[in-house]
Each structure stands twice: as C-alpha cells, then as structure tokens.
C-alpha cells in the first residue's frame, strides 16, 4: 500500500507518497516524472496520512518557514544502485550550499576507485530524484556556477536556493537569463512574498507566514 497527500507549499501543490518501509516521492505538480513509481505502477493508492508522511508535512513546514529542519523523515528511495548513490550523496549536501555535477563523479569515481565519473550519467541520477527539496537535487549546479536543468522547473530551483541562501540569484553566472517572474519575486521590497501554506486536514484550514519576517498573512485562516 503507498499512502500519499498533497502540501501547498509557495511554489505549487505538491504530491507525497510513502509506503510502510519510507518516503518514496515528493512532486512539484506537472514536474517531470511527476507521481512515477518504476515497478510499481500495479500498487494500489490510499488518500491518508501514515507517520512518514506526517513527519514529511512538518519537515516540509519547517524548511518552507525559512528554517533548517532538524531532522530527516525516513526514506524509501526507489531507483538503481547508480541512482540511489547518487541520491545518497545529494543527502550529504549542507543545507545552504551546493555541489557541482562533477564533483558528486569525482566522489563516486574515487569510492568506486575509477580514474573518471560521467558527470552526465549523474546529472541523469539527479534528474530522475523522485523526492523533491528533502533530498535536495537544487543544490547541485553547473561546473561554472550556472544553473542547469531541474525537474521542478529552474523558477523553482532559484526560489529554493535563495530561501536558503538570500540573494544567491546574484551570484549566478548567467544572472541575466534568469526568468523575469523569478526575479520579481527575489527582488521584490516588500515583505518577501514566499508563503509557507500548511492545509491541516482535520480542520480544513490554511496557516500561511512570511518566509523572511515570519509575519502572519492577515488573509490567511
């Protein structure tokens, strides 16, 4: 049985599934390979919250409130040997910071004891992470600096990287082939505009602050 909810977060509706054993996917909806499951496209859904899930609805509060969480919710990360390395390194990344496709080869060439890593092969694994934010694949960039592709969208990996790096936007090589929308919204003078937005499912209520200043948004219940 794979359990699975919804989360507004303020980038977009975003779908949870966990089965028994861990988290096994969190989609932005309309991402790439959004609610892909490989092998188990005959597992029967249920539209409910288990303890994993739970625990993912309050690390995902928590991370979109502009704070690092402290703990991780357990995983059940479903892919190859390859893409499950991979995913494990991404895990290893401070919160914060980031990595380049090359560097996660190097680290697999010289555990493996190899002379060379495709990074390409990595940014396949990358791509294909089926656990947006927690297992954070928007922290890895390009070996230049710049930002490359991201299953989520790119407007998504910029907003993600500067909840934790304020400003990193500028620090981007290609700065100026940033999607306008995206920068509005870094740059806006107002209070910052990203909301964290909770649906509490027994009340049925929204609970929505400013990332930035932690203000309550007098429109929300």
């Keep these: 049985m794979i359990y699975r909810t919804y989360y507004l977060s303020p980038l977009g509706r ?9 988290l096994a996917g969190v989609w932005f909806e309309g991402q790439k390979y959004f609610g892909e499951f490989p ?12 303890h994993i899930l739970k625990d993912a609805l309050r690390w995902l509060d928590i991370y979109f409130s502009g704070q690092k969480p ?3 919710p357990k995983l059940h990360l479903i892919g190859t040997d390859f893409q499950r390395e991979v995913w494990d390194i991404l895990l290893e990344i401070p919160y914060g910071q980031t990595v380049t496709y090359g560097e996660i080869a190097r680290k697999i060439a010289d ?12 940014g396949g694994a990358v791509g294909h992470n089926r656990v947006s934010v927690i297992v954070p694949c928007h922290r890895v ?8 592709g991201y299953a989520g969208g790119i407007e998504r990996k910029i907003r993600l990287l500067d909840i934790e790096q304020p400003d990193f936007i500028r620090t981007i090589p290609n700065f100026n082939q940033i999607p306008l929308s995206a ?12 909301s964290s937005v909770f649906i509490c499912q027994k009340q049925n209520r929204q ?11 007098p429109d929300s219940i």
């Excluded at 555990?111 to 990595?122: E, H, N």
């Design 39 to 50: 092998g188990h496209m005959d597992f029967s859904f249920e539209e409910n919250e288990n």
């Design 207 to 217: 609970k929505r602050n400013c990332l930035r200043c932690k203000k309550r948004d």
């Design 141 to 148: 960039i390009g070996s230049d600096g710049s930002l490359t």
């Design 14 to 22: 975003m779908l949870l599934a966990a089965d028994d054993m861990g």
């Design 111 to 122: 555990k493996r004891g190899l002379k060379t890593m495709s990074a390409q092969a990595v």
């Design 70 to 72: 402290d703990f991780l």
């Design 183 to 194: 920068l509005l919204v870094i740059s806006s003078d107002n209070c910052h505009p990203f």
